[in-house]
């Protein structure tokens, strides 16, 4: 099975502008869950999808959002960018169904820099 | 509420020297545990994970982990440390209820150096 798909690997951005970034998930997995990596923070949750709806939502501001398509491809928005967003976005999926011991697969994530 | 504390931010060793890296979590419920490995410029990869199961998990590339719950620690070890071992490795607890259930939280990672 192909694993965790995310694109672009590596982004730069200016101040203001917005960014989308894709997540395609392991095949049969109907969830996605958005991470930033960051050196100051570490890992921080973003939000999750689950057949299409958000079932989770960290404490982010309203510039970041997200969507999941009917095939389970999952896309993150930032607009407005800081340039406290640069940072390693990181995409999980999982089947969805059986939370909380069931394993999330990790994309290699996307780099994105804000100038 | 749930979190994880990694209590040291970087551990090295020599090669063939036993592993440790250390977790404590705080958990309002009976915790799913994980340990990641992160090597450069990569994704995350699970090494194992516990689940209420056999308290002694056993994980890829010869790591295992112990949950102590009169303890809250869910320690990392390895036998004998490989060159290839070198990478960030961060614990992670699954929130088990409420609205938050299945989010993972994770530790702020402890990198592992390893010398030949």
């Known amino acids: 099975k192909a694993g965790v798909t995310q694109t672009p690997r590596y982004l730069i951005k200016t101040r203001g502008q917005q960014v989308t970034l894709s997540c395609s998930p392991i095949s049969g997995h109907r969830s996605v869950s958005w991470y ?30 997200g969507r999941q398509f009917s095939n389970s491809r999952s896309e993150m ?31 290699p994530g996307t780099r994105l820099l804000v100038l | 509420a749930q979190s994880v504390t990694q209590l040291d931010s970087h551990v090295s060793v020599s090669e063939g020297t036993p592993v440790l890296l250390r977790c404590n979590y ?9 340990w990641y490995v992160q090597h ?3 994704g995350l990869q699970l090494l194992l994970k516990y689940t209420s199961a ?32 070198a990478a960030e490795y961060f614990c992670v607890v699954s929130d088990s209820k409420g609205s938050t259930l299945g989010r993972l939280y994770f530790g702020r990672g402890t990198q592992l150096t390893v010398w030949p």
Do not use: W
């Open chain 2, 54 to 85: 056999a308290t002694l998990v056993k994980g890829i590339n010869g790591f295992e982990a112990e949950f102590k719950k009169s303890e809250t620690s869910f320690h990392l070890t390895k036998p004998s440390a490989h060159m290839s071992d």
């Open chain 2, 26 to 34: 705080s958990s309002s419920y009976s915790p799913s545990l994980f």
């Open chain 1, 36 to 65: 930033q990596q960051t050196p100051g923070q570490g890992l921080q949750f973003l939000f999750e999808y689950f057949s299409e709806t958000q079932r989770n939502k960290g404490n982010f501001p309203g510039r970041f959002s």
């Open chain 1, 77 to 107: 928005n930032v607009s407005t960018l800081e340039l406290g967003d640069s940072a390693l976005y990181l995409c999980a999926s999982s089947l969805g169904s059986g939370p909380p011991q069931e394993t999330q697969y990790f994309g």
């Open chain 2, 40 to 42: 450069p410029n990569k």
